[in-house]
Structures are given as C-alpha cells and as structure tokens.
C-alpha cells in the first residue's frame, strides 16, 4: 500500500525564519510527487515533482526531489505570517484517480 | 470558469438523514474523487471515478455512494448519516498531467 510520511507534523517559527518541510514516501510505480498549502479551506496547488535533483522554485518557496532516497523538501525562505498553512504531500498511486496524502504538516508563523 | 464548485457549503444533520453533497466541474477532465479531512488524520480518499459511468472505491467507503452519469458531476451520498462522519468534504479534479484542483469544501456535521 502507498505510503506518505511527512515530518514535523506542526512547526511554530518567527517571521524571517527559514524553514524545511519533510516528505517521504513509498510508492508502486512512481509518476510524481506534489505539494499543496492548505489555508483556511481547499488545498492549493504548489509544485509537481518527477525528477530527482531538479529544484522547481515560486517565490520564497522551492522543492527538491530525491527519488533514490524517496523523499521531497520543501522550503520557505524569509517566513512571513501568511505563510502559515498546512502543507500538504501526496503521490499518485497506481490506480489513476488515487492521490495517497500524508497527515500534513501545519506551520505557525509567528510576528 | 468555475473550476470545481461544492454545495452546500455547511449543513448539520441528524442521525440517520440522508443526504448529496454535490460536486461540478467545468474543466473537462476524467478524474474526480471525494475526499474526507480530519484533524490529525489527513485527507483521505471516499471514492473516485476515472470517468463517466465509473466508479471505485477509495480508503473510507463505507456510509457513502457515488455516481457518474456525466463527466461534469459526481455527487457524494450519505445513506444514514453518523456522527463518525461529521468532517469536511473536499471533491477534486485530477489533470492527466497528475495535478489536482479542489473543490471549497462542505463542512458537515452531524448530530
């Protein structure tokens, strides 16, 4: 069965902080590896990974992939109180709907 | 371009109610699931259709039904509904590319 497991699970830190998010996964036949932010309602999209080494970066934020060692980062830079969300780490399984999710991981930034 | 609408937005129940939650979408894509989000347990997936006509399990089945006569809607039933099932409920949309839209929620709760 897929797994998704992402660490920590909350995280309190200042504005201006830097932070990084931990994804880890076990997955049949791997296609991708995403990240969403979760504010106060839907999950939104942030990043689709398939290859491992190559950063994608939008902003302050930014993620790897490592596909040997089955897990994604994300990062924020220069933390800002809007920042503050639950992040959350999916792959796609085999069947072609399912997205297998971890907990999340929720971020308090503080002033 | 409404992407992915839910309603209701809110609704409380009593147990052994039933009732739809409906979900549309306008961006012509095959792949629809429901999910279901509790604190400290992630989202986790009700049911999912890979197009119209078909539908299939997903991790949390039981008390709910889908459809899919069309490619657009894919309503969620609850048959008798459970405290155990007062949750938020997300629909999302699922690009070939693997990325996947959010529908704004329907936050249940049931009595």
């Known amino acids: 069965e897929d797994k998704v ?6 995280l309190v830190v200042h504005e201006g902080d830097t932070v990084t998010l931990n994804c880890s996964y076990e997955v049949t036949n791997f296609r991708s590896l995403l990240w ?11 990043f689709m990974l398939t290859s491992s080494g190559i950063e994608k970066k939008s902003g302050r934020l930014s993620s790897i992939l490592d596909k040997k060692e089955l897990f994604s980062i994300l990062n924020i830079t220069a933390t800002q109180t809007g920042d503050s969300a639950i992040y959350l780490c999916a792959v796609p399984g085999r069947a072609n ?3 297998t999710f971890g907990k999340g991981i929720t971020l308090s930034v503080r002033p | 371009n409404a992407g ?14 039933s009732m739809t939650l409906q979900c549309a979408q306008d961006m012509n894509h095959e792949y629809m699931s429901w999910y279901r989000q509790d604190p400290g347990m992630g989202l986790r997936l009700i049911h999912y259709s890979v197009g119209a006509g078909i539908t299939d399990q997903g991790e949390v089945p039981n008390g709910y039904n ?4 069309t490619t657009e809607d894919f309503p969620l039933r609850l048959l008798s509904a459970a405290p155990s099932q007062t949750s938020v409920y997300f629909c999302a949309v699922r ?4 990325e996947q839209y959010f529908g704004p929620g329907t936050r249940l709760t049931v009595t």
């Open chain 1, 5 to 10: 497991v992402q660490s920590p699970l909350s």
């Open chain 1, 36 to 46: 969403y932010k979760q504010e106060k309602k839907a999950p939104t999209f942030l």
């Open chain 2, 95 to 98: 690009a070939p590319s693997y």
């Open chain 1, 97 to 99: 709907s399912k997205l």
């Open chain 2, 4 to 17: 992915v609408t839910q309603t209701p937005k809110f609704q409380v129940l009593k147990t052994g109610q």
């Open chain 2, 66 to 69: 889908v459809s899919r006569s």
